[in-house]
């Protein structure tokens, strides 16, 4: 099983991620952000946090236009998997891979601290480690957390149970509550928080290895 990170300058989740893959028994390869290619076989790209080009224009914006991410793009295009961690998911929007957008908190401030993150479905090899329902705790660390989409795609994405978790106490004033979403073919997620920071007893939490592990399972070779 092959991972790829990608490296932007600003990316400070990226080695954070890489480990989180390992655990779960993935090769990592790091890719920087000017290649214009994955590495052959890639089962699954992660794209982390981190403030990319120094979050200008907007965070995410000047990542997405960047030509690993019209590899990234094919590679999901092709029904490839794709997750990104908070500025990741930021990158996923800005590149039209997943809708919506994430807007400054509405607290207008940075917030970085464990949030109650609830899982909305169980039904994709992200989540399918915990149970729908069920109350993890998850560490967040954004200015721009402040997910929003129009109501008729936040009907869409409710319907199609698109809606991977959201916040049990909304800390940054995200529509619906929303902390993570799917994309229709529930490939690509794209989340706010960060389970790899909750994926080591001694980091202060390990609710985030069960994604990681589920991964690994579902994405080992038959
Ligand atoms: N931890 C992160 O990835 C932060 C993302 C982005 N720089 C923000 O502050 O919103």
Redesign the pocket.
Same mark, same amino acid.
Request: proline share 0%; net charge negative.
């Given at each position: 099983m092959k991972a790829a990170v990608i490296v932007f300058p600003g990316s400070? !989740?990226d080695r954070d991620l890489a480990v989180a893959f390992r655990e779960a028994g993935f090769d990592v390869s790091m890719v920087w952000h000017k290649d214009t290619a994955l590495p052959q076989g890639v089962d699954i790209v992660g794209i982390p &946090? =981190?403030?990319s080009y120094g %979050?200008y224009l907007r965070?995410g914006a000047i990542a997405a236009q960047s030509p690993i991410c019209r590899a990234v793009a094919d590679h999901a295009g092709r029904g490839g998997y794709a997750v990104g961690? !908070?500025? &990741?998911f930021?990158v996923l929007t800005e590149t039209g891979l997943l809708p919506g957008a994430?807007l400054r908190n509405a607290g207008l401030k940075?917030i970085c601290r464990t949030v109650g993150l609830r899982v909305e479905t169980a039904a994709s090899v992200y989540t399918e480690g915990y149970t729908a329902g069920q109350v993890i705790d998850i560490p967040i660390?954004?200015? %721009? =957390?402040n997910y929003f989409a129009d109501d008729e795609t936040v009907a869409a994405l409710r319907g199609e149970d698109r809606i991977a978790f959201s916040y049990a106490d909304n800390p940054n004033g995200s529509v619906g509550d929303i902390a993570g979403i799917l994309s229709a073919n529930r490939r690509v997620l794209g989340m706010m928080p960060?389970p790899e920071r909750a994926s080591d007893a001694r980091h202060g939490g390990t609710d985030g290895t069960a994604m990681f592990r589920a991964l690994g399972t579902a994405l080992a070779p038959a």
């Open positions: 400070n !989740c &946090g =981190g403030f %979050d965070c961690i !908070c500025n &990741g930021q994430l940075y660390a954004h200015h %721009d =957390g960060h």
